[in-house]
C-alpha cells in the first residue's frame, strides 16, 4: 500500500491550498487517516485526523477553524484544505493511514509535501 501526496506549494499569508493524499495497492479497511506536519528544527506534529467513516475528526488546536479534513471513502483519498494561511504553518505535511488487511492492522506515511506560507 502506497500513499501519494499532492497539492504541496507556495501560498501567501491568508491564502488557500488543498493537500490531497491518495492510497493505492491492496485490499484494506481504513481505520484512520490523518495529516501531520513536520517544520524545520521541530518534532512531527498532527495537524488532523479522520476516522474511516468519515464521521470522527480531530484538529491541533493551532488550525481549528481554518483547516478541514476530509475523505472520499470510495477513492481511499484524503485531503486537508488550508484556509486563512499563516507563516507558522510552514512545514513538510505527511500523510499517515491507519488501516487493516486480512493480514492485520499496518500504518504507512507518505512521503511528505512541503508548504511554504510567505508573509
Known amino acids: 500500500v502506497q500513499l501519494v501526496e499532492s497539492g504541496g506549494g507556495l501560498v501567501q499569508a491568508g491564502g488557500s491550498l488543498k493537500l490531497s493524499c491518495a492510497t493505492s495497492?491492496?485490499?484494506?479497511?481504513?481505520?484512520?487517516m490523518g495529516w501531520y506536519r513536520q517544520a524545520p528544527g521541530k518534532q512531527r506534529e498532527l495537524v488532523a485526523v479522520?476516522?474511516?467513516?468519515?464521521?470522527?475528526?480531530n484538529y491541533a488546536d493551532s488550525v481549528k477553524g481554518r483547516f478541514t479534513i476530509s475523505m472520499d471513502n470510495a477513492k481511499s483519498t484524503v485531503y486537508l484544505q488550508m484556509k486563512n494561511s499563516k507563516p507558522e504553518d510552514t512545514a513538510v505535511y505527511y500523510c499517515?493511514?491507519?488501516?487493516?488487511?486480512?493480514?492485520?492492522?499496518?500504518?504507512?506515511w507518505g512521503q511528505g509535501t512541503q508548504v511554504t506560507v510567505s508573509s
Open positions: 499517515n493511514l491507519a488501516a487493516r488487511s486480512t493480514w492485520g492492522p499496518f500504518n504507512r
Open positions: 495497492g491492496g485490499t484494506f479497511r481504513i481505520n484512520a
Open positions: 479522520i476516522n474511516g467513516g468519515g464521521g470522527t475528526t
